[in-house]
């Protein structure tokens, strides 16, 4: 049997974000899944005749060509950066340069660069630790860490809504900012719950972090200024204390695999050597069609005009669904302000939502239990075992689908025969 190093026991063992990506893939190519676990983007029709024009237009004038067959520095594509840079500086009055921005194949390598510089043991032996401020988060946090116990998080205030909806709010009165932590990150619209922390919150967790010293990260994938999946008011925020992360995922381009940092020109230099160590190069077919939707001043106007517009629509439809055949009092569900997710809070059930995943699963429906969601978090906390996540990207007949089999499945665990 193959001895597998310490590295290799931690990261290949069972982990959250790898069954998730195996339910996605797995039920991507099972016609009769319903797929409501995944965080696959809409196939929204505008969109895909937008990119396949582009590309066309690109196999054209020889710059996909170009994209294809030559190496991108370590930082990525110049002239995309370039043109990043000059785009927010003109549109959100940012004092920013092409210094400031390094691209990496996907979001998911962003993380793990960006928490193991971070975090875990320093140069001097001390143990430093990520701090999520408000839990649940995303799911691929967890097991970014190349040290055990890199993160640590904070439980939420629940403010309850009308209409069977709630909030999380950062708890700041319990939010504690040890000497052991190197780094606060907030995603922001959240993944899970399509919570958007408000701009004050934004600016109380910037004055905390500039107060100890440490930088604050925003995984700001679905976020404003592009894709722009954000149905409530929120500023963009980004100074030299901040390190954004974006994506082109979510524009509709998840298979380009291109992630974007923007902070100080310190931690970029530290990106792009990194950069350079594991995968020699961002991948190029990513950047050269963002540079040219920049080009065409596209990026943050179809993230206005099409992508926010569709998402808010079908999360509208997708909560009339689950409300007809779940009321309030089977399934609270978190206002919806944002990304591509409903996170619903099934109080009184008497199972957890892992016994709930496994139950529709074999029904054909699938969506990820909440405990998975909880990095960091120290303590059990019942909530944790009494949320699910879903994607209401599908289309309304397949999520009622799937909506009708949660219901009966809810049905039958509170009114057993």
């Not at 988060?137 to 069977?164: H, Q, R, S, W």
């Not at 957890?352 to 074999?362: D, G, Q, T």
Request: negative net charge; charged residues 20%; proline residues 6%.
């Amino acid at each position: 049997m193959t001895q597998l190093s310490r590295f290799g026991q931690k990261f290949a063992r069972h982990s959250g974000i790898s069954r998730l990506m195996q339910d996605l893939n797995e039920g991507i190519r099972t016609p009769e899944a319903v797929m409501l676990g995944g965080g696959n983007p809409a196939h929204i029709p505008e969109m895909d005749s937008y990119f396949h024009q582009l590309l066309q237009e690109m196999v054209n004038n020889g710059s996909l060509s170009d994209a294809v067959c030559n190496y991108d520095g370590p930082q990525g594509k110049d002239a995309m950066l370039n043109a990043l840079a000059i785009c927010l500086k003109e549109k959100l009055g940012w004092n920013i340069s092409a210094k400031n921005i390094a691209l990496t194949n996907g979001s998911q390598s962003a993380f793990f660069y960006l928490f193991n510089l971070l975090g875990g043991q320093s140069a001097e032996g001390k143990k430093r630790k990520i701090l999520f401020p408000i839990a649940p988060e995303y799911i691929g946090y967890a097991d970014a860490g190349l040290e055990e116990d890199l993160f640590v998080a904070n439980k939420p205030t629940i403010e309850m809504l009308p209409d069977g909806q709630f909030k999380y709010h950062v708890d700041f009165e319990h939010l504690t900012i040890g000497d052991d932590i190197s780094a606060i990150c907030v995603s922001r619209p959240t993944n899970p719950t399509g919570n958007v922390i408000t701009d004050d919150e934004v600016k109380k967790l910037d004055a905390l972090a500039k107060k100890h010293d440490i930088p604050l990260i925003i995984d700001n994938a679905y976020g404003v200024p592009f894709p722009g999946i954000i149905f409530s008011q929120a500023t963009p925020h980004w100074n030299d204390n901040t390190i954004l992360c974006m994506s082109l995922s979510k524009l509709g381009l998840p298979g380009a695999r291109c992630g974007i940092i923007i902070a100080n020109e310190e931690l970029i230099t530290a990106i792009t050597n990194v950069n350079g160590i594991i995968s020699l190069a961002p991948g190029g077919i990513g950047p050269a069609m963002a540079l040219e939707m920049l080009k065409r001043d596209d990026l943050m106007r179809l993230s206005q005009e099409i992508i926010r517009s569709f998402y808010h629509q079908r999360v509208l439809e997708t909560i009339d669904i689950i409300r007809r055949y779940l009321p309030k009092e089977r399934c609270l569900i978190h206002k919806p302000e944002g990304a591509i997710f409903l996170w619903l809070w099934f109080k009184d059930l008497p199972i957890s939502s892992e016994e709930l995943y496994r139950r529709l699963k074999k029904r054909g429906v699938l969506m990820v239990p909440g405990h998975y969601f909880f990095p960091g978090l120290e303590e059990s906390w019942q909530h944790a075992h009494q949320c699910m996540r879903m994607n209401y990207v599908p289309e309304p007949a397949l999520i009622e689908k799937g909506i009708k089999i949660l219901s009966e499945e809810i049905e039958r665990c509170l009114s057993p025969e």
